[in-house]
């Protein structure tokens, strides 16, 4: 594989995680990808690899590196739920800014937003 397809492959990916956590009943999240899921979901990638592709995402501006927490309950106005135990933080990488207005970002959710609206439509 070469380092363009790699990014290209790891960017979709979080896109793609990105995607499935705006199904949640509590909105849109981040979606934190840790290095080792990116490995075991995309075949043939080293860690090697993945990092150095990685590296290249961030320096185009397109991910950054980040530690979302998890907390045992979540409030939604008056109501708190218990969502799961309290866990260490997950470390991985997650969309910027900048992402949100790419060209796969929009495909995407236009894509989500269709299959939704089918969805409800029945």
């Known amino acids: 594989m070469e380092l363009y397809e790699e990014k290209r492959k790891i960017f979709s990916l979080i896109i793609n995680c990105e995607i499935s956590l705006w199904t949640t009943p509590y909105g849109p999240n981040e979606a934190v990808v840790p290095i080792s899921n ?5 075949e043939g990638l080293s860690r090697y690899r993945a ?4 590296r290249e995402l961030i320096s185009d501006g397109l991910i950054e590196y980040k ?3 998890r ?3 979540v409030s939604n106005g008056e109501y708190q739920e218990l969502v799961y135990d309290a866990m260490p933080p ?7 800014k ?3 207005q790419t060209e796969e970002w929009l495909k995407a959710k236009t894509e989500w937003d269709a299959s939704m ?6």
């Open 117 to 122: 609206e089918e969805w409800a439509n029945g």
């Open 38 to 42: 990116i490995v075991s979901l995309i």
């Open 98 to 100: 900048k992402a949100f």
């Open 51 to 54: 990092k150095k592709a990685l």
């Open 90 to 96: 997950i470390n991985g990488y997650a969309l910027t």
């Open 67 to 69: 530690s979302q927490g």
């Open 71 to 73: 907390p045992a309950v």
